[in-house]
C-alpha cells in the first residue's frame, strides 16, 4: 500500500511559475501511474495530468499542454508537476492519485485507489 503526501503549494502571481510534488512510502513508484487532479471551489474535481513511472510516459489534459510538465523521479520516489504561464483558473486545491499496474481510464478519478491529501495552489494578484 502506498502513501502519498503533497507539497509545494502556494500563492503565486499570474504569469508565474510552481512546482508541486508528491512523494510516495510504503511502495516504490515503478510499478504506478500516477495522475494529478485538481478541484476549484464548486466545481467537480478535474484530471490534468499523468505519468506511468516505469516507462515514463506521460498524458496532459489539453487545458493545461505546454504549460504544465509532469515527471517523477525513481530515486526520490517522487512525482512532480511543473506549472508554468499559471492564470486564476488554474487556482484549486491539487492532489496527486495512484494505481498500479496497468489503467486504462487514467482521467477516471475513480480509477485511483490511493489519493493524497491535496496542496492550494491559488494564482492571484
Known amino acids: 500500500q502506498v502513501q502519498l503526501v503533497e507539497s509545494g503549494g502556494d500563492l503565486v502571481q499570474p504569469g508565474g511559475s510552481l512546482r508541486i510534488s508528491c512523494e510516495a512510502s510504503g511502495s516504490t513508484l515503478d510499478s504506478y501511474v500516477i495522475s494529478w487532479f485538481r478541484q476549484a471551489p464548486g466545481k467537480e474535481r478535474e484530471w490534468i495530468s499523468c505519468?506511468?513511472?516505469?516507462?515514463?510516459?506521460?498524458y496532459h489534459e489539453d487545458s493545461v499542454m505546454g504549460r504544465f510538465t509532469i515527471s517523477g523521479d525513481n530515486a526520490k520516489n517522487t512525482v512532480t508537476l511543473q506549472m508554468n504561464s499559471l492564470q486564476p483558473e488554474d487556482t484549486a486545491v491539487y492532489y496527486c492519485?495512484?494505481?498500479?499496474?496497468?489503467?486504462?481510464?487514467?482521467?477516471?478519478?475513480?480509477?485511483?485507489?490511493?489519493w493524497g491529501q491535496g496542496t492550494q495552489v491559488t494564482v492571484s494578484s
Open positions: 492519485a495512484a494505481s498500479q499496474g496497468f489503467v486504462v481510464n487514467f482521467n477516471d478519478y475513480a480509477t485511483y485507489n490511493y
Open positions: 505519468i506511468s513511472v516505469g516507462n515514463g510516459k506521460t
